[in-house]
């Protein structure tokens, strides 16, 4: 069974990245939740995608230039809807203290493509570990020397590599990062890219799938995880409760000649 991940939470009905959009999430039978972290001034991890507080806030500047006291002074839920006027940025340990009371999975992406963050990886490991959380957690970041720096602290964490462009044979790249999964986009993925990754017994979890019919050939391709804004339809098709014709991904890999991987 294909596990259903809230990309930022239930982002279609609730301010990505707030405790609103987790519950949501949770509300909609999600098995887990995709956030972002950054880190603040005083090196304090929160849940926002972006590296400045514009879009999603109705401050300015960049996260690493706010205290967290600072961040808490901003409004995150009304340039979505006055309903979630009053929404604030979530810390991740916020989010850690509540989802211990629920079964969810949690997949936390590291931003530190654009922003260094120096010492995040073992800022963010140590608080995950201190809430005893280690089991439910999946790292993942564009930033893959950031995710060999996790491995390098905890051999044990499960980390996801990020990728949206078409690498060749990516699953020999997977492993040369000592780790069974991979988070791509969907639409570097091919049937053959598919069959390569379950030939070398690699976990795929498929960001960011909204539309039916491409969740139903996901599905049917037995992907691991299926990350996405709208957990409700995702889960219907899921479990067979929303029927839909499967629509076929690969299309843009005109390239890929599919049966020299057969
Ligand atoms: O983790 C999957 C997805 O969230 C990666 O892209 O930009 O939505 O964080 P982005
Ligand atoms: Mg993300």
């Given at each position: 069974m294909t596990y259903i991940f809230a990309h930022r939470g239930a982002s279609k009905y609730a301010p990505e990245n707030t405790m609103s959009a987790f519950k949501k999430a949770l509300e909609m039978k999600a098995d887990g939740i995709e956030l972002d972290v950054q880190l603040t001034k005083d090196k304090i991890p929160v849940i926002i995608h972006d590296e400045t507080v514009k879009r999603t806030t109705d401050g300015k500047g960049f996260v690493s230039e706010f205290t967290y006291n600072q961040l808490q002074n901003l409004d995150a839920g009304k340039w979505f809807s006055k309903q979630f006027s009053g929404e604030r940025i979530p810390t991740l340990e916020e989010f850690l203290i509540w989802m211990k009371q629920t079964k969810l999975l949690l997949n936390i992406e590291l931003k530190n493509t654009i922003m260094p963050y120096y010492g995040m990886e073992r800022i963010v490991y140590e608080l995950v570990d201190r809430h005893k959380l280690k089991d439910r957690v999946?790292?993942?970041?564009?930033?893959?020397?950031?995710?060999?720096?996790?491995?390098?602290?905890?051999?044990?964490?499960?980390?996801?590599?990020?990728?949206?462009?078409?690498?060749?044979?990516?699953?020999?790249?997977?492993?040369?990062?000592?780790?069974?999964?991979?988070?791509?986009?969907?639409?570097?993925?091919?049937?053959?890219?598919?069959?390569?990754?379950?030939?070398?017994?690699?976990?795929?979890?498929?960001?960011?799938?909204?539309?039916?019919?491409?969740?139903?050939?996901?599905?049917?391709?037995?992907?691991?995880?299926?990350?996405?804004?709208?957990?409700?339809?995702t889960r219907a098709v899921a479990d067979g409760s929303l029927l839909v014709k499967p629509t076929v991904i690969g299309n843009v890999f005109h390239k890929i000649n599919p049966k020299s991987y057969f």
């Open positions: 999946i790292y993942s970041s564009f930033n893959h020397y950031s995710l060999q720096e996790l491995k390098q602290i905890d051999q044990k964490v499960e980390i996801a590599p990020l990728y949206s462009s078409g690498l060749y044979e990516p699953w020999n790249y997977v492993k040369s990062l000592s780790t069974d999964c991979v988070h791509p986009h969907w639409r570097t993925l091919h049937p053959a890219i598919l069959k390569g990754f379950r030939d070398h017994d690699i976990k795929v979890r498929v960001y960011t799938v909204n539309d039916p019919k491409k969740v139903k050939w996901l599905c049917d391709q037995k992907v691991e995880a299926i990350i996405t804004d709208v957990p409700d339809t």
